[in-house]
């Protein structure tokens, strides 16, 4: 069975730092370009940040560039997302996902695979 599992949010005060980690179970990272997206209350699900192996390249957001570090440990299959000076705006559902392809996208619908989300909220 294929499987996304991210873990490490929770609530943190603006200005501090959060470590997300996003494990695959039953698939291999290595054909597929992983990416973050998150989804705040009422708003539409964006890109946050994308790995793409095959490439050798990490896309980030421009709401992020600067503040949030994605990697990946190709022995564990789990990729990270390091995030640094968090902002209020920054709340919202943080989920990974797959796509099989090697290149990355923002566009949602091209990644097949989903984890459920991990909450991160950030206090002003």
């Known amino acids: 069975e294929v499987q996304l599992v991210e873990s490490g949010g929770g609530l943190v005060q603006a200005g501090g730092s959060l470590r997300l980690s996003c494990a695959g179970f039953?698939?291999?990272?290595?054909?597929?370009?992983i990416g973050w997206f998150r989804q705040a209350p009422g708003k539409e699900r964006e890109g946050v940040s994308c790995?793409?192996?095959?490439?050798?390249?990490?896309y980030y957001a421009n709401s992020v560039k600067g503040r949030f570090t994605m990697s990946s440990d190709n022995a564990k299959n789990t990729v990270y997302l390091q995030m640094n000076s968090l902002k209020p705006e920054d709340t919202a559902v943080y989920y990974c996902?797959?796509?099989?392809?090697?290149?990355?996208?923002?566009?949602?619908?091209?990644?097949?695979?989903w984890g459920q989300g991990t909450q991160v909220t950030v206090s002003s």
């Open positions: 790995i793409s192996r095959s490439e050798g390249s990490t």
């Open positions: 039953g698939f291999t990272f290595d054909d597929y370009a």
């Open positions: 996902a797959a796509r099989p392809a090697a290149y990355c996208s923002g566009y949602r619908f091209l990644y097949r695979y």
